[in-house]
């Protein structure tokens, strides 16, 4: 690892390589045990030589934005993690934005708001970053992020950028082809329209309202945990299984929604994902539904 750092060094801050880094400061859950290697490069350029020299050490590699959706198990990462909350940047060309993936989709809905652009409100709640978001094509209320994004622009497997159509994205219902390929997004165009500013505002104002007095907001956790099975609800099949308010460790289902499994306090990785298997068993055995999770895991067992 020696060898990796000192290249490292040579192309970006040493304040933004980190050996050993607890990734519980990193994600919303608040749990996980160390990287071995934690980057944090501040643009494309410097994310695109970094990416080079972690390809060539053949280390395991994760990308990662606001850490929102994202389970660390407490053993922590054999590998090296990138963070790309610093490419933040967003560019408004008329009726569209042009975003880099770290930017916070509060932060990019405030964008659109200020420039007047109808079409994000639905997404100005949601945790998490905007790569997050166009990887899981994450949706809430009234609106997804497929419903928006006109292309992607990432740097593929060989080092080169590659600009993808909307259409061409394979988005689904939690998926797009993101998922399908070791490619790193570095740039979304967002396609809206031009709307009035007050009507813009009232309705993230109306979305966040209720989001806020639904959601245990309260608490670390990752959103949402499962995916919405076919003609379910998970947080009612969660509740029916006798779920509600359900504790293992510092790991507990909401007692405000039971679709949420969130951080009580002092919970491990260990806790929230002995509850989450428990709830999947008890599920699948009284509904014969699978839940699957919304949030990944990654690390040592």
């Not at 994004?149 to 061409?168: F, M, N, R, W, Y």
């Not at 209720?210 to 956790?221: D, T």
Request: hydrophobic share 40%; aromatic share 6%; net charge neutral.
């Amino acid at each position: 690892m020696n060898n990796i750092i000192k290249k490292l060094q040579a192309i970006m801050a040493v304040e933004n390589i980190k050996e050993n880094e607890p990734m519980k400061n990193h994600t919303s859950f608040k749990v996980g045990g160390p990287a071995d290697l934690f980057l944090m490069p501040q643009s494309r350029a410097e994310l695109q030589a970094v990416l080079e020299i972690c390809k060539e050490s053949q280390k395991p590699l994760y990308i990662m934005g606001n850490g929102s959706n994202l389970i660390v198990r407490d053993k922590g990462y054999s590998g090296i993690i990138i963070n790309t909350k610093a490419l933040n940047q967003v560019e408004t060309v008329g009726e569209t934005l042009i975003a880099e993936p770290g930017i916070s989709l509060k932060d990019l809905a405030n964008v659109a708001l200020k420039e007047k652009l109808t079409g994000l409100e639905f997404a100005s709640g949601i945790p998490g970053s905007l790569g997050g978001a166009v990887t899981m094509n994450a949706g809430a209320y009234d609106g997804e992020m497929k419903g928006v994004i006109t292309s992607i622009t990432v740097i593929s497997e060989d080092g080169s950028l590659k600009t993808i159509p909307a259409d061409q994205c394979n988005f689904g219902y939690r998926s797009s082809i993101l998922q399908q390929h070791h490619w790193v997004l570095v740039s979304v165009e967002l396609g809206l329209k031009s709307g009035d500013y007050q009507q813009i505002e009232a309705k993230m104002l109306d979305l966040n309202n209720q989001r806020q007095s639904k959601q245990p907001l309260e608490y670390p956790s990752a959103g949402s945990t499962f995916r919405r099975p076919v003609g379910y609800y998970a947080g009612k099949l969660v509740q029916d299984a006798g779920f509600k308010g359900y504790a293992i460790g510092g790991a507990q289902v909401s007692e405000k929604h039971s679709g949420f499994v969130i951080n009580k306090g002092g919970a491990t990785a260990a806790d929230i994902l002995n509850l989450i298997g428990a709830i999947q068993a008890a599920v699948k055995e009284k509904f014969d539904v699978d839940l699957k999770t919304e949030v990944i895991v990654i690390g040592n067992d």
